[in-house]
């Protein structure tokens, strides 16, 4: 069963609208976007949407395999074509005769597949290994990548015409970071998804703090690593442990110098400058009570809490100077700040931002 496209953010909506336009067209698209975005996601929701649903849906990962092997993957071979060729073989092409091919990481194909990939889109003919018949064939070529091709086309990695060719559509996929507003949804989907597959581990869906910590996550994989995420946590039960694994957030932590608030307890600054000191302890003064002992307040220091704190003050200076700047516009501070305006709302109330009375 395909996997829907879930989400309500601006970029998802027009994606979705631009399948609906291009799926009956059968025009070479192109799908870009990071590593875990969804780009094969997008390519079964094409697929689903054309009138080639009769037949075959064919996928082939053009970074997995050397570059013989995916030659003979993508067109096929005669017996005896090459040692251990044993017998005949069709190839991706013509598996996906009347239907779609899907080449993923088409930017990791070698240079000297890509001339003949070229020609196979410009005359729809091939011809396997080891042969010297042509056959036609009629295929709705969809490819993806995270490389920028244009780049690549600049350091000679890629070919131009070729790039021209299969980018006649390109559907840019965001990264998980710009469309938070989707992240709750995700979350929902999965959830239900995977509930049949760990019926013994049922998990337990995320309250209203951990859901704000799942959305002012950066998410560097994407919709793939909320999936794991996902599963992790309806395996182990516990979305601490789960946070505790996941890579570092982007943002840095303050952490606090010990040594430094006992000295300026006493009066003194054994090897720091006064005015380093002071600046640092008045900084970590706004995340950490340090009216405590040294040995309480190394049992309390939280890290995590510390780094949520951080995080929501700047968030919050950065919200209101935008807001001030835009005389409380919140539709245009929305823009500004690239999150949706629903987003901003949530985030005034969070953090009890409100215009100047009257």
Same mark, same amino acid.
């Given at each position: ?34 590593? +875990? ?46 040692? +251990? ?30 001339s003949k990939m070229l020609h196979v889109l410009q005359s729809g003919e091939f ?79 995320p309250d209203e703090d951990t859901m704000v910590r799942l959305c002012n996550y ?41 040594? $430094? ?15 380093? $000191? ?81």
């Amino acid at each position: 069963m395909t996997t829907p496209l879930i989400g309500v953010s601006k970029s998802l909506l027009k994606i979705k609208e631009l399948i609906n336009h291009v799926a009956n067209t059968c025009l070479n698209v192109l799908i870009t976007g990071e590593t +875990g975005v969804g780009k094969e996601v997008v390519a079964q929701n094409l697929y689903e949407e054309s009138p080639r649903t009769e037949h075959n849906f064919v996928k082939i990962n053009c970074a997995a395999l050397p570059e013989t092997l995916l030659e003979s993957e993508l067109y096929g071979y005669e017996k005896g074509a090459f040692t +251990g060729a044993h017998k005949k073989r069709p190839g991706k092409f013509q598996s996906a005769h009347k239907g779609v091919l899907f080449l993923d990481e088409i930017g990791d194909m070698p240079l000297s597949l890509q001339s003949k990939m070229l020609h196979v889109l410009q005359s729809g003919e091939f011809s396997p290994l080891g042969s010297d018949q042509d056959f036609k064939t009629d295929v709705w070529v969809i490819a993806a990548t995270n490389h920028d091709l244009e780049k690549r086309i600049k350091q000679k990695q890629f070919r131009e015409d070729l790039f021209y060719r299969l980018n006649i559509i390109k559907i840019d996929i965001p990264p998980l970071r710009e469309r938070t507003e989707d992240i709750p949804l995700l979350v929902e989907y999965y959830f239900k998804l995977y509930k049949s597959e760990y019926p013994n581990n049922p998990g337990s869906k995320p309250d209203e703090d951990t859901m704000v910590r799942l959305c002012n996550y950066p998410w560097p994989g994407n919709v793939r690593q909320l999936q794991n995420c996902i599963k992790k946590q309806m395996v182990i039960n516990s979305w601490d442990k789960v946070f505790d694994e996941m890579p570092a957030e982007d943002s840095h932590a303050i952490v606090p110098d010990i040594s $430094a608030h006992d000295s300026v307890k006493k009066g003194e600054t054994r090897n720091l400058h006064p005015d380093f $000191a002071n600046d640092r302890i008045s900084l970590i003064s706004e995340f950490v009570d340090l009216s405590t002992s040294s040995e309480k307040l190394l049992q309390e220091i939280s890290l995590k809490k510390i780094k949520k704190k951080a995080s929501d003050r700047v968030e919050k200076e950065v919200i209101t100077f935008v807001l001030e700047k835009v005389g409380w516009n919140r539709s245009r501070a929305a823009k500004i700040l690239k999150v949706s305006y629903k987003t901003l709302l949530y985030k005034m109330s969070e953090f009890d931002i409100n215009p100047p009375s009257k």
